[in-house]
T-cell receptor, first 112, second 115 residues
């Protein structure tokens, strides 16, 4: 069975500081991994995805994530936080065409 | 890119009534659609998976007779909440997947409030 663990339900960073949102996964087969962002009362927007190609994945809005098989991790980073990055972030895993399992989410607060 | 819409975006209904939520794939054919429920400050919980022309597969604990899902065409799936109660108030999100893709495209969500 697949699962995702997001460490830290709330993360606060200062504007301009590094953003690091942690995600560890469990999967019985090579997984597909995703990061989504959700703004209040809106649906999910795909930030980036890992599909067994390059281990360092670049996404939209300056975000990137690195797939580390040995650590079963897929942490999301951004070098410099912007106020508009304040939102809820979800890490997700799927095993091919199977259903997607989401983490509990991490709420990112950006302090001016 | 692939676009999924939901209608309505916000609905208020009285307890005991039924409400229908539509999910449409606007620019691709969605062979599979998924319905999720999200409680405040929580993650998305998969309710059911529907394939076009087939009966939906419900997750454990989801009442099939309460949450009726229809996927009659490759671009439209509907979720009907029957005999709604205040505890059904939630944010409902659909997603759609094409024929040869593992990626799901999410709709903007529907906020249901049952009074």
């Amino acid at each position: 069975a697949q699962s995702v663990t997001q460490l830290g339900s709330h993360v606060s960073v200062s504007e301009g500081a590094l953003v690091l949102l942690r995600c560890n996964y469990s999967s019985s087969v090579p997984p597909y991994l995703f990061w989504y962002v959700q703004y209040p009362n809106q649906g999910l927007q795909l930030l980036l995805k890992y599909t067994s190609a390059a281990t360092l994945v670049k996404g939209i809005n300056g975000f990137e994530a690195e797939f580390k098989k040995s650590e079963t991790s897929f942490h999301l980073t951004k070098p410099s936080a912007h106020m508009s990055d304040a939102a809820e972030y979800f890490c997700a895993v799927s095993e091919g065409y199977q259903k997607v399992t989401f983490g509990i989410g991490t709420k990112l607060q950006v302090i001016p | 890119g692939a676009v999924v819409s939901q209608h309505p975006s916000w609905v208020i209904c009285k307890s005991g009534t039924s409400v229908k939520i539509e999910c449409r794939s606007l620019d691709f054919q969605a062979t599979t659609m998924f319905w999720y429920r999200q409680f405040p400050k929580q993650s998305l919980m998969l309710m059911a998976t529907s394939n076009e022309g087939s009966k939906a597969t419900y997750e454990q604990g989801v009442e099939k007779d309460k949450f009726l899902i229809n996927h009659a065409s490759l671009t439209l799936s509907t979720l009907t909440v029957t005999s709604a109660h205040p505890e059904d108030s939630s944010f409902y999100i659909c997603s759609a997947r094409g024929t040869s893709s593992y990626e799901q495209y999410f709709g903007p969500g529907t906020r249901l409030t049952v009074t």
